[in-house]
C-alpha cells in the first residue's frame, strides 16, 4: 500500500482528485466506484473544477457507487443517489444512463444485490474504487465482523453507523437501519483502491487498519492485501501511525 500525506483536507481533497483525473485520462472509458459520505465531497468539487475549466471529460466514465440505503428511494434527499447528483454528477457530464447505485427502493433485498453485482461484471468490473472510512473501520456499509468474500449484499447498520450518519438527516429524521452494499470481495476485485480519510476522528481507525493485523474485525484492514491500494489522508489523520 501507498500512503500520500496532505496538509489538510483541501490539500488531500486536490491529491485524491489528480489521481482520479490521470485514471479518466488514462481511459477516457474508465470505470469509476464512488463514495459518498462527508470526505469525497472535496474530491468532488475539485472534479467539477477542472471539468469546467476544460481539464477532464467525463462523457464515457461510467460510475458505480458502493452503496444505498435499503428504502429510500432515488428521489429521497439522503439518498446517495441524490447525494451523488447534489455533489456532483449535476455538475459534470457523467451520462445518466452511466450512473450506478444499488437500488434502494427495492425491498426484495436479494434481487436488488444480484442486480447489481451484474451490472459490475457487464462494466467490466472497476478500473478506480474510491472510498472513505468509517469510525469502525466500515468501506461501503461494510460493517465489522462482515465476511470478506461477500459481493453486493444487505446489512443491518451497527448503531455507531446510524448515529454518525444521523448528522446527514434532519431532527427528528431517522436513519435508515438497513443498507445495500458492495461486498468486501467487490471492493477488492477492483484494479486501483483510492481512500480518503482526514481529521483527528479518523487517526485511531486508520491507525488499527493499517498497522493492525488484517481482521473481519476492521474491515477496511483487508486493503493491506490490495495490490494497488492508495491512501491519501491528511496531517491529522496520518497522526498515529508510524509510517
Ligand atoms: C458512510 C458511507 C461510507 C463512508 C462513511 C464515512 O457510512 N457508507 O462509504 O466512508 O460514511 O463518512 P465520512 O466521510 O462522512 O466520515
Known amino acids: 500500500m501507498k500512503i500520500i500525506r496532505a496538509k489538510d483536507y ?3 481533497s486536490r491529491k485524491a482528485a489528480n489521481i482520479i483525473s490521470a485514471q479518466v485520462i488514462m481511459k477516457p472509458n474508465a470505470v469509476l466506484g464512488l463514495a459518498t459520505g462527508g470526505t469525497p465531497v472535496g474530491t468532488y468539487k475539485q472534479l467539477i473544477e477542472w471539468y469546467n475549466k476544460g481539464d477532464i471529460d ?16 432515488r428521489d429521497h434527499e439522503q439518498s446517495y443517489w441524490y447525494f451523488m447528483h447534489e ?7 457523467v451520462q445518466e444512463e452511466n450512473i450506478f447505485v444499488p437500488d434502494g427502493a427495492n425491498p426484495d433485498s436479494e434481487a436488488a444485490c ?9 462494466a467490466g468490473g472497476i478500473d478506480l474504487q474510491l472510498l472513505g472510512i468509517g469510525t469502525d473501520g466500515h468501506i461501503g456499509f461494510n460493517e465489522p465482523g ?21 448528522r446527514f438527516f434532519g431532527e427528528g429524521e431517522e436513519v435508515p437501519k438497513q443498507a445495500y452494499t458492495m461486498g468486501i470481495k467487490t471492493i477488492m476485485q477492483a484494479r486501483k ?8 476522528d479518523k487517526a485511531e481507525i486508520l491507525k488499527k487498519a493499517f498497522e493492525g493485523p488484517v481482521t473481519p474485525a476492521v474491515q477496511a484492514s483487508i486493503l493491506q492485501m ?6 491519501v489522508a491528511d496531517e491529522a489523520a496520518l ?5
Open 87 to 93: 455533489n456532483f454528477f449535476n455538475f459534470v457530464n
Open 114 to 122: 444480484k442486480a447489481y453485482d451484474q451490472v459490475i461484471h457487464k
Open 226 to 231: 490490495h495490490p494497488d491500494f492508495t491512501l
Open 193 to 200: 483502491v483510492l481512500m480518503v480519510a482526514n481529521g483527528e
Open 10 to 12: 483541501y490539500d488531500m
Open 58 to 73: 467525463f462523457s464515457s466514465v461510467t460510475t458505480i457507487n458502493l452503496d444505498e440505503y435499503r428504502g429510500l428511494p
Open 146 to 166: 462482515s465476511a470478506f468474500e461477500l459481493e453486493t449484499h444487505c446489512v443491518d447498520l451497527t448503531d455507531e453507523t446510524i448515529k454518525s450518519n444521523q
Open 239 to 243: 497522526s498515529l501511525l508510524d509510517l
